[in-house]
T-cell receptor, first 116, second 110 residues
Framework: GAVVSQHPSRVICKSGTSVKIECRSL??????MFWYRQFPKQSLMLMAT?????????EQGVEKDKFLINHASLTLSTLTVTSAHPEDSSFYIC????????????FGQGTRLTVV | GEDVEQSLFLSVREGDSSVINCTYT??????LYWYKQEPGAGLQLLTY?????DMKQDQRLTVLLNKKDKHLSLRIADTQTGDSAIYFC??????????FGSGTRLQVQP
């Protein structure tokens, strides 16, 4: 299957700082990538849809100024958590959509963010 | 609305069958998926079923879909210790992004 690499896998940061998470499709181009967040013992929740060359589409309740998404190339989308607070501590995971006869989304490894 | 529910934990003995259940509420779902997540790894697509099917078998995996009850199950035959992971069901309602359940942690006892 196709490979999606997400980096870093774990990060600890201080309150008030910003953290950037990268999502790369290694062997295919992805016009669309998705960012999800998972709180402990809860579902993965879609945060935003990242579109190459245009603005991301955010789900209701997700602050676009806090969770900055940049999809500047067909193989890279980044999620920046700005001015992080402890309540932003969560598991963030991206998926990249490979289009074709069988469109399929491939997931990254996820990033465990801990804000202290 | 969209809501996918799973039980949080399942423990089985090696060699037994595992059945992981999932209920969903959106009847417009076109595809339903099962993903596996091992520690430190991303979500791996195990199998999927189209909404007009009742059953799909893929080697040790059997997916059953009851559309009337909006119930999906994943049966793993001859469960091995390597099957220990978190299993997520997810539905595709046509929005392309998926709606996930909370995941079921499968623990396989040797």
């Amino acid at each position: 299957g196709a490979v999606v690499s997400q980096h870093p896998s774990r990060v600890i940061c201080k309150s008030g700082t910003s953290v950037k998470i990268e999502c790369r499709s290694l062997d295919f181009q992805a016009t669309t990538m998705f960012w999800y967040r998972q709180f402990p013992k809860q579902s993965l929740m879609l945060m935003a849809t990242s579109n190459e060359g245009s603005k991301a589409t955010y789900e209701q309740g997700v602050e676009k100024d806090k969770f900055l998404i940049n999809h500047a190339s067909l193989t890279l989308s980044t999620l920046t958590v700005t001015s992080a607070h402890p309540e932003d501590s969560s598991f963030y995971i991206c998926s990249a959509e490979r289009t074709g006869p069988n469109t399929e989304a491939f997931f990254g490894q996820g990033t465990r963010l801990t804000v202290v | 609305g969209e809501d996918v529910e799973q039980s949080l934990f399942l423990s089985v003995r090696e060699g037994d069958s595992s059945v992981i259940n999932c209920t969903y509420t959106d009847s417009s779902s076109t595809y339903l998926y099962w993903y596996k997540q091992e520690p430190g790894a991303g979500l791996q697509l195990l199998t999927y079923i189209f909404s007009n099917m009742d059953m799909k078998q893929d080697q040790r995996l059997t997916v059953l879909l009851n559309k009337k009850d909006k119930h999906l199950s994943l049966r793993i035959a001859d469960t091995q210790t390597g099957d220990s992971a978190i299993y997520f069901c997810a539905e595709d309602t046509g929005r392309r992004a998926l709606t996930f359940g909370s995941g079921t942690r499968l623990q396989v006892q040797p």
